[in-house]
Structures are given as C-alpha cells and as structure tokens.
C-alpha cells in the first residue's frame, strides 16, 4: 500500500510472498514503471497482483479483508500513516524496526517488527499473523490515533506553546 518506487522495497515484501506462498495484493501509485517491471522479472511465480491506486473508501473495504499489511520501507518513514490505516481497519503490520512504523506497531500485540532488509523475517512474521488480536489493532488506532485524540493532543502542544 503506497507508491510502487525502489525506496519502499517492494521486492522484499515480493520475495515474502514468494517464500510463504501467501497471495499479495498491492495497491498505490504506479511511480516507477521500470522497477515495477524489475520485479514481475526477478520474482516470477510470486503470487502477487497489482490492484491499481483506490479511493479511500474503496481501499478500506479491501484492505479490512486482509490478513496483514507489509511494510518494506528501504529508508527511515518519517511517521508511517499507512500503518495506522492498517491498524484502523483491524489489520495487522508487519514492518521492518525503523523509523515511524517501528513507533506505530505494538510487536506481538497489534503486528510484528522485523529486523531490517531482512526478508526472512518478514516469512517469519507472516506465518504469525494469526496470532494478533484485529480487535487489539483497532482499539490501538482509535486509542492512540483517532480525531479527538488527535485533536486533543494538538491543543496541548499548542497550548504549551503559549505559555
């Protein structure tokens, strides 16, 4: 789920799927045509499918089907949003320890953090996915990322601001 461009390793999350056997759907912006290609050439019995880029509505009623969310990032996410639209749905992430995801998901408890570029790990995680309570995702987002959450926390940083 994001832009399909190198700096998200979608090749790791590929490779994934490939190894595990478990179907990947994937949605976003097509960026970059050539490293979309790169990979259909490297990775060609991975059971992946391009889904194309959805309205917001659209993308919630598909993504809340899912067992989990891979997350692949090759950089640091500054705060990883895409993470807490998994969450929100009651999907689990899987994610490499860097960055925001590595703030967002709860390991064992709302997803799993996996050691960096490291695509057995993410084999490993994917064959826990089972383990984690969706209701515990949910509650995560709305606890912790919800508009009057949100909110509230805006109005104290601004709040301390003033003073």
Request: glycine share 6%; proline share 7%; charged share 20%.
């Given at each position: 789920l994001g832009r399909i461009s190198p700096e998200k390793a979608l090749e790791?999350?590929?490779?994934?799927?490939?190894?595990?056997?478990?179907?990947l759907k994937i949605w976003g912006k097509m960026q970059d045509k050539a490293?979309?290609?790169?990979?259909?050439?490297d990775y060609?019995?991975?059971?992946?499918?391009?889904?194309?880029?959805?309205?917001?509505?659209?993308?919630?009623?598909?993504?809340?089907?899912c067992r989990g969310l891979v997350m692949t990032p090759r950089w640091?996410?500054?705060?990883?949003?895409?993470?807490?639209e998994a969450l929100a749905c009651g999907v689990?992430?899987?994610a490499y320890q860097r960055g925001g995801?590595?703030?967002i998901v709860r390991d064992g408890k709302?997803?799993?953090?996996?050691?960096?570029?490291?695509?057995s790990g993410l084999v490993s995680a994917i064959g826990r996915l089972d383990e984690i309570d969706r209701q515990a995702c949910?509650?995560?987002?709305?606890?912790?990322?919800?508009?009057?959450?949100?909110?509230?926390?805006?109005?104290?940083w601004l709040g301390k601001i003033e003073s």
């Open positions: 790791d999350a590929v490779a994934a799927a490939q190894r595990s056997g478990i179907p490293y979309w290609q790169k990979i259909q050439t060609p019995n991975a059971p992946i499918e391009y889904c194309g880029f959805l309205s917001t509505d659209a993308l919630q009623q598909e993504l809340r089907q640091v996410e500054a705060f990883g949003i895409v993470a807490i689990p992430v899987i995801p590595a703030e709302t997803g799993w953090l996996v050691e960096p570029d490291c695509v949910r509650q995560q987002a709305e606890a912790e990322y919800s508009l009057e959450v949100m909110g509230d926390r805006w109005e104290e």
